[in-house]
């Protein structure tokens, strides 16, 4: 029995060890992750734990920013020294599928953000998400339209406050089944549209690599109208390393190139301790 206690003992403190030898790696790379041309970010819902000490470890790495918080959220941001850059206008269900490409949405998408707009401003958050939806056996050119005609009621007041209407591009073939914005030609062509400096692509790397790849030329072609950018590595949305199929160094270096401005926000899982994880993706978009 003491042996047995001694053991269990001995492995609760090594446990205990390897978990704070994993905090002190990550946390060795503090200030590495805000040099370089990139303002770079990550997505909270990918880190574990209590907002307060996410948003500690993250400024604890050197990140100037953290991704998708409510406004009830904004401020526990700042007080730790991080920028919200990108927040959501709501935390209703189905946010993803229920987006502009439907009229019937359009009296509550448009309420949404024309009221979080203002708050955004005020808070200092550049950004806010939204979705172009399900298809729904809609056509391209029905979506395209119907998207265009919702956002441009929304595009007045983003520019009256200098907020940006990041919306989001997302693959249909693996993880959202139905969406109908799942290729840069359509969230383009919604652009175009618009013609407003404050209604934008939210450019999601790990979902354009999935359903079209061409990432850095299509980059480079559309640029004016992407406002923000996620990562991920394909397959499995892990961690953006040589494990995976893309070359991110590759890929930020041409985002960093056209002067990009805005933020690049790391949104995988970690196949390792979390932090570590995340520090190692900003050392590899550091350009």
């Known amino acids: 029995m003491g042996a047995g206690l001694s053991r269990r003992r001995f492995l609760g403190a090594s446990a205990t060890s390897l978990a704070v030898l994993g905090r002190a790696v990550a946390e060795s790379d503090a200030g590495s992750a805000g040099a370089g041309r990139l303002h770079q970010s990550v997505c909270r819902w990918t880190l574990p734990g209590a907002l ?6 993250v400024h604890g790495l050197g990140l100037q920013a953290i991704d998708l918080l409510h406004v009830d959220e904004w401020a526990i941001a700042r007080a730790a020294g991080l920028t919200c850059s990108m927040g959501y206008a709501s935390r209703r269900d189905h946010f993803i599928e229920n987006g502009f490409n439907d009229p019937a949405n359009h009296p509550m998408l448009i309420e949404e953000l ?10 200092g958050v550049p950004n806010v998400i939204a979705m172009f939806g399900n298809r729904r056996g809609r056509s391209e ?8 005609t919702g956002l441009a009621q929304v595009a007045p007041v983003a520019e009256r406050h200098g907020v940006t209407v990041c919306v ?41 690599q999935i359903m079209e790849g061409d990432i850095i030329r299509t980059i480079g072609a559309h640029r004016q109208w992407i406002g923000h950018f996620h990562t991920g590595g394909v397959p499995g949305r892990h961690d953006i390393d040589d494990t995976q199929e893309l070359n991110y160094h590759a890929v930020a270096a041409a985002i960093a190139a056209g002067g990009f401005q805005g933020y690049l926000a790391h949104e995988f899982t970690a196949k390792g301790e979390p932090y570590a994880g995340l520090a190692a993706a900003c050392r590899i978009c550091q350009v």
């Open 52 to 57: 307060p000490e996410v948003c500690e470890r």
């Open 114 to 123: 024309t009221t979080a707009i203002p708050l955004a401003a005020q808070a």
């Open 141 to 148: 050119t029905e979506g395209i339209a119907n998207c265009a």
């Open 168 to 208: 989001e591009l997302l693959n249909s073939k693996v993880d959202h089944p139905d969406y109908q914005g799942d290729h840069a030609a359509f969230g383009v062509a919604v652009m175009e549209k618009v013609a407003s400096p404050r209604v934008k692509l939210l450019y999601d790397i790990y979902h354009m």
